[in-house]
């Protein structure tokens, strides 16, 4: 028996609040910790909501700034931008 993967209907159903705040919280936190050990990170906290389809993305991070580590508030806005990206993607699959 050979069955489409859309015939159960999953295929076209919209991701869950969770799975869109899980993809937005594993896409900042990857951006930062691409860009950072995870030992000089002192203080990360990544805070996502999403509700009545409106996406909300907070990165605050606490990291070495100086000549040999990037700046960080721009890896945070990069952080953001790549949970907005992520979230995005996700609702197109």
């Given amino acids: 028996m050979n069955e489409d993967a859309s015939s159960d209907?999953?295929?076209?159903?919209?991701?869950?609040?969770?799975?869109?705040?899980?993809?937005?919280?594993?896409?900042?936190?990857?951006?930062?910790?691409?860009?950072?050990?995870?030992?000089?990170?002192?203080?990360?906290?990544?805070?996502?909501?999403?509700?009545?389809?409106?996406?909300?993305v907070d990165v605050y991070l606490n990291a070495p700034d100086g000549p040999d580590h990037p700046d960080p508030e721009a890896v945070a806005e990069a952080a953001t931008e790549a949970a907005g990206d992520a979230v995005d993607e996700l609702f197109e699959e």
């Fill in 9 to 56: 209907g999953k295929a076209d159903a919209d991701p869950t609040d969770e799975e869109v705040v899980r993809t937005a919280a594993e896409a900042a936190e990857g951006v930062v910790f691409k860009r950072y050990d995870q030992s000089a990170v002192t203080d990360l906290d990544v805070t996502i909501t999403f509700e009545d389809g409106v996406l909300d």
